[in-house]
């Protein structure tokens, strides 16, 4: 085996869409990075990476400032507000958040960057 020329293995080049998606796919809750990354056969660093290009919006998307926005459903929607607590309908500017990990119910003058602060580690 001649062991003069070293031997170079080609980069891997991906579009920039095809980026997008594999980073858009382990945004999901719950979803593990490195398993995206073995499925679509990228190393998990790199999708890390990538990760860090979207979200200064280097990806060909808009940029992220650190606001994102969550889906809702509307009570009316769901057809029952039976888990709602009762007080809320008669107050006006309550918003009330639920997910897995979290329930919050927001009062009129509420304290803006405290509830910034309890948002963000709580949506991590």
Known sequence: MDTSQPT???RQT???AEKRRIVEATLAPGVSVALVARDNGV???QVFA???LYREGKLGQTP???TSLLPIRL???AGNAD???PAIHDRKGVIQIETAKLRLQVEPGADERLLRLILKS???
């Open 75 to 77: 009570a009316t929607e």
């Open 14 to 16: 991906w579009p920039m």
């Open 122 to 124: 709580a949506l991590r």
């Open 43 to 45: 190393n998990a660093n």
């Open 83 to 85: 888990h709602l607590i």
């Open 50 to 52: 990538w990760r860090r």
């Open 64 to 66: 992220t400032s650190g």
């Open 8 to 10: 170079q293995r080609k």
